[in-house]
């Protein structure tokens, strides 16, 4: 193996707590793309090409290091491959689909698209490394755990809404009359599609149960949820009408 489990683990932690202060960063400033994007973050790309080059290399990169670690330790079984699957379910949307599912016109910046590069990066190669160093546990009763089932429950779960909650926005841009998403869990809470994207990884981190994968829940909530307050914010500030009873993130608490 390249790595061992005692410095996969040390990276993680360390990966981990950057996460964690990500998180108090992006309380104070906004990610500067899409409704926040704004000058001085490097040259602007159109975002959809932006948010195929972000996502781009959780796809590949995965795969690429999926295919040369399947090589050199000659293992592969079937819960390996569902993860792969899964995996790349994910990524293909929001790498291939999902651009062409914004606004066409709005501006993401190189810095951005870099940082978000090297985000994939690392996480594919924690992600990965960890499921082939736990392959042992990835028995054919691994199926039939709770971990599993319930990991695999809550990503299809995430992974609907997810979809569902992007179409509703972009059904949302193409009528210039309304600006306030209604609808499915848009009646409940401001940003639905984030929500729905940490259940996602949520269930994921359960089906692979590896530290690497409660890391990528820690990033993508450090990511997303200060992402969700400042929409919120934003839709009560610009929409006089925006509904007063919708949450941030989760149905009646937050």
């Not at 926040?36 to 602007?44: I, V």
């Not at 306030?180 to 729905?196: D, K, T």
């Not at 009560?236 to 937050?254: A, D, E, G, Q, V």
Request: hydrophobic letters at 55%.
């Amino acid at each position: 193996m390249f790595i061992t489990n005692t410095i996969l683990n040390l990276l993680v932690l360390i990966w981990s707590v950057i996460g964690v202060i990500i998180f108090f960063t992006l309380l104070k400033i906004k990610a500067p793309y899409g409704r926040f994007s704004k000058k001085g973050w490097g040259k602007l790309f159109e975002s959809r090409i932006g948010f195929l080059l972000m996502e781009f290399m959780g796809s590949v990169f995965f795969l690429v290091l999926f295919v040369i670690y399947s090589i050199k330790l000659n293992k592969i079984n079937l819960i390996l491959v569902i993860i792969f699957i899964l995996w790349q379910f994910a990524y293909v949307y929001r790498g291939f689909i999902y651009p062409f599912f914004r606004k066409k016109g709005k501006k993401i910046p190189l810095s951005i698209i870099f940082m978000a590069m090297i985000f994939n990066s690392i996480n594919s190669f924690l992600i990965v490394t960890s499921i082939f160093l736990s392959i042992n546990q990835y028995t054919q009763g691994w199926l039939f755990d709770i971990r599993f089932i319930s990991g695999l429950s809550l990503f299809i779960i995430g992974y609907y809404a997810n979809v569902k909650s992007d179409i509703i926005l972009r059904k949302l841009r193409e009528n210039k009359k309304d600006e306030i998403p209604r609808g499915f869990l848009f009646n409940y809470v401001s940003s639905p599609h984030y929500f729905s994207e940490i259940i996602k990884w949520i269930g994921f981190a359960l089906l692979i149960w590896t530290w690497a994968g409660l890391s990528f829940v820690i990033w993508t909530c450090a990511n997303l949820i200060p992402r969700a307050i400042a929409h919120h914010k934003w839709y009560h500030k610009n929409l006089k009408n925006y509904p007063k009873n919708r949450t941030i993130l989760i149905p009646k608490i937050f």
